[in-house]
């Protein structure tokens, strides 16, 4: 018998072995003790041979991506496998507790924190142990509220001072239980410079010495992460 056209080999009686993966072309004959030779004989169909699973590599994401691992847009998710003997036959995925689908692209467009687990399956029907990817998304602004504190008056007015000036910010997507939510909350008074505190933060604004009264214009907005 020989392997792929290579050289001729002799085995008396039994079996013979083909360890390597691909495809394969067997030839044989036997001989008898006079001398007669049949014609060459090819083990049909042909012998192929794939016992390695596909590989898929991690996912590719398209997206805005901000600080913290955190996407602020929808992402485009693409796999990629491969498969170098028998061909990749199909790739499945699952995003948190979905139907499992076929396919090598998919957009994650809901905001959360999501979990992506993805094989790969090939034409010899090898399966590839199931990967898993994480994937955090958060479209949505942080709020930010304000409190007041001080003697009040009328009109609007406080008539005593300091004021005392409270934020306090919040993110539902982020939020503290998981992550530290809110990066920071930023302030200016009259246009000043930008202060930068954490998520809840508390000043005090004063009637300069020189004045009876004042009006002070508070700008402030919040980060998440």
Known sequence: WRLDQGPWQTVIGGAIEVPDQGTH????????????REPTRVVSPTLRIDSV??????PSYTGTLG???W??????????AVDATSGVSVTLYQVNTDTVRS?????IEADGQHTLRYLSVDLA??????????LKIDKTYPSTTHQLEGRTGSGGWFVSSPVTVSLTATDAITGV??????????????????????????FALAV??????????????????
């Open 71 to 80: 996407y602020r847009s929808p992402v485009s998710v693409s796999l990629t």
């Open 67 to 69: 600080p913290n691992d």
């Open 208 to 225: 300069p010495g020189s004045q009876t009264s004042c009006t002070k214009l508070v700008e402030y907005y919040a980060v998440d992460n």
């Open 103 to 107: 396919g090598n692209s998919l957009l």
């Open 25 to 36: 072309t067997v030839e044989y004959y036997s001989v008898d003790v006079a001398g007669n």
């Open 177 to 202: 239980s998981a992550y530290s939510g809110i990066e920071s909350v930023r302030y200016r008074v009259d246009g000043g410079p930008w202060q930068v505190r954490p998520a809840s933060t508390t």
């Open 53 to 58: 699973p596909p590989t898929t590599s991690p």
């Open 125 to 134: 029907c090898n399966q590839e142990a199931v990967h898993t990817a994480t």
